[in-house]
Every structure is written in C-alpha cells, then in structure tokens.
C-alpha cells in the first residue's frame, strides 16, 4: 500500500516515519515535506498544502490508499471534503468538524451547549464592549483572536491595560487580519497543562498517552509563546483519574454533541486542557496532531499505525497499543530568534542514531549535496525513550552537547515539571 502525507515539519515527519515501519506500506509520500525527512526514506512530493486538485491528482495517479492531513490550516481549507468528494479517503476532519479548531467562538458554544468544563467567555467584534468585558471582568484575562493565527493570536494578560491593547491590536489595528476580527475573552485557568489526543471516528475514540509541551521560547516558561519548544509523554505526575475525568466530561461529550450538531468529527482530536483545582478545563481543542507532541507520541505506539488507520476509516474496530515502559521526551531546536525574526542557511549536524531519534521540520539540502541547512524557525527535533524523565534528559541533553548549533537555541528544561 502507498500512502501520502500532507505537511512539512516535525509531525509530518514522525507520522510518516512511523507509517513506512507498517507491514503493509512499501512507500510513504509527503507534500511539501522537507529534505530532512527523505534520510528516512521518505519521498517528497512537490505540491504545496494549499493545492487540493493536484494533491487530488497525484493521489489518483499514484494509488494511494489514503492520505493522512497533517496541518490545521489544509484541514480549514476544506482539504478532506475535496478528497472525499472524488472518492478519496483522507484522515482528519471535514471543514465543519474542524471548526472546533479554526473558531474558538464555535468551540466554546458547544462546549456550554453540552456541558463541557471550560473557562467563562464573551465573543466580542465591537472594541468598546470587548473593552467593557474586560473592565469589568478585571485581570488576569485572556485575550484571544477568534480564528487561525499560528499559536499566536492568544494573550494572557497580567493587567486590564494589557488585555484593552491586546483587543485592540486584533479588532481595531487588524494585527491577525481576518482572524482577529472577533475575539474570545476568558476567564484565567490557574493550573498544569495538558494535552490529551484521541484517535476519533464519530462516537468511538481510542485516548492516546498523555503529553505536556512547553510554548514558550525560553528556559523556565519565559519568552515568547511558540509553537511549542519540547514535549514528553507520558506525564507521570498526571493521575489516572484525571484522564478519566476528562474523557467523561470532556471527549465523549464533545463528540456527541459534534454528531448531534451534524458534523461527526473523524481524524485526531486535541483538547488543550488546564488542570485547575475544579478538574481538568479545555483552552482550546485543535483538529489534528500536536506539533511536537506527536513526536514523542508516535514512539510509543507499538501497534500497526498504518493498519489502525485503515480500519478507523473503514469504521472497523482498531487494535491500538501503546508501550508502557518509561518515558519518552525531545527538545525542539530552532533557528536563533525564532518565534520572530531569524535566519536560515546555518549547517546541521548529522543525523543521529541508535536510540536518539532526530525529526526535521525546516531543513533543507545545500545544493548537489546531502549536507543540511536550517531552513524555518524550529529546526529539528531529537527525542529518546528511557527510564525516567531525568534519564531522558540525560541522553537528549548530553547528545545536544555534542552537536555544533551555532545560529540555533534549544530550551534546557524540557520535562522539567515532572522532577
Ligand atoms: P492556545 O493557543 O489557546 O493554546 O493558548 C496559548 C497558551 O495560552 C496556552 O498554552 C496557555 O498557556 C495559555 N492560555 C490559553 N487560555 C488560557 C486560559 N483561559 N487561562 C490560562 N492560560 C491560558
Ligand atoms: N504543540 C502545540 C500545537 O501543536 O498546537
């Protein structure tokens, strides 16, 4: 069986990674991917994600069973009801289950429409009354843009000054364009964060290990927020209970009520969540794959990845196993003055082996050669499986000592929550 995958960073790389180790699957393809990828053996497809009809052609031409949508801006653009529309299978959902994600005004009303835990909120598109809600309301508050904005379009502010300029900067200067012409208000969760992943197919869900990332830019949660700067699963300090208490209240009611509202949901479902001293509270419910959390994810599965989605898309029942044994965890590294300005074209060191993995997300060959180049903000990833959180440092930091990243940064204290 050939498959495609659609994206080009560090999720596209492990997803793909791990579907060409199936039984079944003699070539994985990635569109756009990165050059890092193809030292996996992966294979590159030039199309970008945006280019449904040749996605559409080369999935025909080529016979590919079905094709697995990585990013949330493919899956908003309406990406799998393309494919669906010309008898094509895709994993992920359609555009109208996806607007759990591209809308966190549409989150939030389901959530209050079926119950679910979540912080209290005011949509807004008029300044003086998002101004007013915040007045009122008082600090901390979040201030977030309603629609897409790469990870960015949230503020946690500390003062009711911070949170007016922000509902400024979205609603009256534009600074997210159409995203931010309306935006969430909400109430400040004070707890540990989570995040919790499911296979979905309607009403069935198969909860994956949980998983904690680290947003911000710099050691000790300082900086700017990022698309995420390391990640490890499972969170051993988590409870059990805890997951059960958010897949009662959290997944199967938001999954009943997508099917009551019309659009059953098929594909990854992410809710963001907030440990807060009344249980586990959503931030937010993404559509798709956590990027880097699928990276420390997908080591763990030790059933047939590629087999598990066929049969989640032909509505059978999938055997999905996961090891138990210690931790696994990685430090993203990217190019100096990531999330803003930074520059590309600095070398990379050479791939890792034995039990380190290394995922690329912005590399790309130096010309007629197989050297790379960074060539985005986060630039690879390496990630291992051991014992213990400690242990897994041990190894990732020890290997990350040994490498040239000049023109790169990486945080020092991925996992660090769990000593
Ligand atoms: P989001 O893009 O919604 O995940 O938000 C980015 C980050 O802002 C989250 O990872 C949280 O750290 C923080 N955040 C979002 N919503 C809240 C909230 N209601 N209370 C506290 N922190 C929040
Ligand atoms: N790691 C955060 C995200 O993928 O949205």
Known sequence: MKLLVVGSGGREHA???????????????????????????????????????????????????????????????????????????????????????????????????????????????DFEEAKAYIEEKGAPIVVKADGLALGKGVVVAETVEQAVEAAHEMLLDNKFGDSGARVVIEEFLDGEEFSLFAFVNGDKFYIMPTAQDHKRAYDGDKG????????????????????????????????????????PYLGILYAGLILTADGPKVIEFNARFGDPETQIILPRLTSDFAQNITDI???????????????????????????????KGKPLPEKTAGDIITYYAGAKFVENSRALLSNGGRVYMLVTTADTVSAAQEKIYDQLKRQDTTGLFYRHDIGGKAL
Request: charged content about 25%; glycine content about 8%; overall charge negative.
């Open 15 to 125: 997803i793909a990674k791990k579907l060409l180790e199936s039984k079944d699957v003699e070539k994985v393809f990635v569109a756009p991917g990165n050059d890092g990828m193809t030292l996996d053996g992966l294979e590159l497809v030039n199309i970008s994600i945006s280019e449904h009809s040749k996605l559409i052609d080369f999935a025909k031409v080529n016979n590919i069973a079905w094709t697995f949508i990585g990013p949330d801006d493919a899956l908003a653009a309406g990406i799998v009801d393309d494919f669906n529309q010309v008898g094509l299978k895709a994993f992920g959902p359609t555009k109208a289950a996806a607007e759990l994600e591209w809308s966190k005004d549409f989150a939030k009303e389901i959530m209050v429409k079926y119950d679910v835990p979540t912080a209290a909120y005011g949509t807004f598109s």
């Open 224 to 263: 700017p927020n990022t698309g995420g700067m390391g990640a490890y699963a499972p969170v051993p300090h988590l409870p059990e209970s805890v997951v059960d208490t958010a897949v009662d209240t959290i997944v199967k009611p938001v999954l009943e009520g997508m099917i009551q509202e019309g659009c």
């Open 313 to 343: 898309l032909d509505s059978k029942e999938p055997n999905i196993t996961w090891t138990d044994k210690g931790v696994t965890l990685g430090v993203v590294v990217a190019s100096n003055g990531y999330p803003l300005d930074y520059e």
